[in-house]
């Protein structure tokens, strides 16, 4: 079963350490760190992705930055409450890592596949230049009856193809995991800069339908 359940959340990023590892949480006796992992994409910019890193697997007391790594994992959530109300919460969990002594021009940095359940409905508009964007919400099943929830955006035809899935339908995506700045209105004076983190989708398809191993009633808006 476990087996069977990390194949349905599969990630590969490449890129240069550019925090120190920060702690997160410890269980079992096993600490947990943050370090964020910068990915280059086609174009001139890049995504700054936050994995998250067991000390088990390498030296978290050791200052790693500039170096380059290439880490296979999953995409996580996770609800942290702040202000009264939930905000989802994602990184990359590593199971393995490996530095790297060049990234050839070649290499696919950034690479994400899911399979997983539609959990909210579709959200589809266009931008003022009429280009077509879809919202989806992926719910992925984790072992002992957990699951992750994946914001997930399409574009153009995916776009269309994406706005007539229903919740509960299972879905499967290729993409990318990319970064996007945005500001968060506090209260009347008061805005503050955060980063959402989503995939990016450029294969989708529909499967055969199933059943989520936990409800989306916590989710944040």
């Known amino acids: 079963m476990t087996d069977k359940v990390i194949e349905n959340n599969q990630v590969t990023v490449m890129g240069e350490i550019v925090s120190a590892f920060s702690y997160s949480h410890e269980i079992f006796g096993e600490g947990f760190y943050m370090v964020d992992v910068k990915c280059k994409r086609l174009s001139e910019s890049y995504d700054i992705i936050p994995v998250m890193v067991s000390e088990r697997l390498i030296d978290v007391t050791g200052d790693y930055t500039g170096?380059?790594?290439?880490?296979?994992?999953?995409?996580?959530?996770?609800?942290?409450?702040?202000?009264?109300?939930?905000?989802?919460?994602?990184?990359?969990?590593?199971?393995?890592?490996?530095?790297?002594?060049?990234?050839?021009?070649?290499?696919k940095t950034n690479q994400i596949f899911l399979d997983g359940y539609i959990c909210k409905e579709p959200v589809y508009r266009k931008t003022p230049l009429g280009r077509e964007i879809a919202d989806l919400l992926l719910a992925v099943n984790r072992p002992y009856g957990k699951s992750d929830y994946i914001p997930c955006i399409c574009w153009g035809r995916n776009a269309r193809y994406a706005n007539q899935f229903k919740v509960g339908e299972r879905c499967a995506v290729w993409g990318r995991i990319q970064s996007r700045e945005y500001m968060k209105k506090l209260d009347e004076d008061n805005v503050e800069k955060r980063i959402a983190f989503e995939v990016s989708v450029s294969k989708m398809e529909l499967g055969e339908g199933g059943e989520i191993e936990e409800n989306c009633q916590d989710l944040p808006n």
Do not use: D, P, T, W
């Open 67 to 107: 170096a380059l790594i290439c880490v296979i994992g999953q995409f996580r959530s996770y609800n942290r409450h702040e202000e009264h109300k939930n905000r989802l919460v994602l990184s990359v969990f590593a199971r393995e890592i490996g530095f790297i002594e060049e990234m050839e021009e070649s290499s």
